[in-house]
């Protein structure tokens, strides 16, 4: 039997996580164990499978370091990371242009920095273009540093939007940037939240499973390690 967490809450059924190269599980109150190692018992291939890629995955993040001539992500295209003595740090088009003598998290911390001003710059752009389209108006739009949510609206109509997101091709920019200001005239994921972004972007459904392969990405990725 493969060593797992257990969690007990009020929930009704059994199930599985794989998280950070572990397994846990979420049992009813009044489970069994027996009932628990059934069950785990009974998904054994899976959690085979799953540990596997989560430890994988685990193991890219602990040994991910950004060096000069790595290349990251920008709108979807892999652009190399170059030193320069200039002292200044941007992107110039064809390159991440960072200071010269800098160590791995420097580097890290520069492109972090990077990537906020160039999503700040093309998310505002898209938001202000989109809104137009639609006929909304955000109260506010900001730039953070979430990692599992692209993009957000409040219910005061503020927006947010992860830096991350633009690692993502402009077409999957886009889609976000639509889904979250349709949550301006519907807070919900009703038919009528469906039917507005269709209007406005009819392949939203093929945008949308872009993303999967950006998160993929991501997973093997650790821009916050110290």
């Known amino acids: 039997m493969v060593a797992y967490t257990l969690i007990r809450s009020k929930r009704k059924t059994l199930a599985l996580y794989i998280i950070d190269g572990q397994l846990e599980v979420r049992a009813p109150i009044k489970a069994s164990k027996a009932q628990i190692e059934n069950f ?46 200039e002292g ?22 520069a492109c972090i920095q990077i990537y906020r001003d160039l999503a700040k710059a093309s998310i505002n752009q898209l938001v202000a273009q989109f809104s137009e389209i639609m ?27 992860s830096w991350f997101l633009i690692m993502a091709h402009p077409e999957v920019v886009e889609y976000v940037v639509v889904h979250e200001l349709a949550h301006i005239k ?14 406005i972007l009819p392949d939203y459904n093929e945008r949308k499973a872009r993303l999967k392969e950006l998160q993929k990405r991501l997973a093997s990725e650790n821009w916050y390690s110290n």
């Open 88 to 109: 200044h740090c941007g992107f110039d088009g064809r390159a991440f242009c960072i200071s010269h003598s800098m160590n791995s998290e420097e580097i890290k911390s």
């Open 135 to 161: 006929g909304v108006a955000p109260k506010s739009v900001n730039i953070t540093g979430a990692k599992t949510r692209w993009g957000s609206c409040s219910q005061k109509k503020a927006i947010n939007f």
């Open 40 to 85: 785990i018992a009974s998904k054994e291939q899976w959690i085979s499978v799953k540990l596997a890629i989560s430890k994988d995955r685990l193991e890219k993040r602990e040994a991910f370091r950004l060096t000069y001539g790595e290349k990251i992500l920008f709108l979807g295209q892999e652009y190399p990371i170059i030193a320069t003595k």
């Open 186 to 199: 519907e807070m919900n994921h009703s038919k009528n939240f469906w039917a507005i972004v269709k209007g």
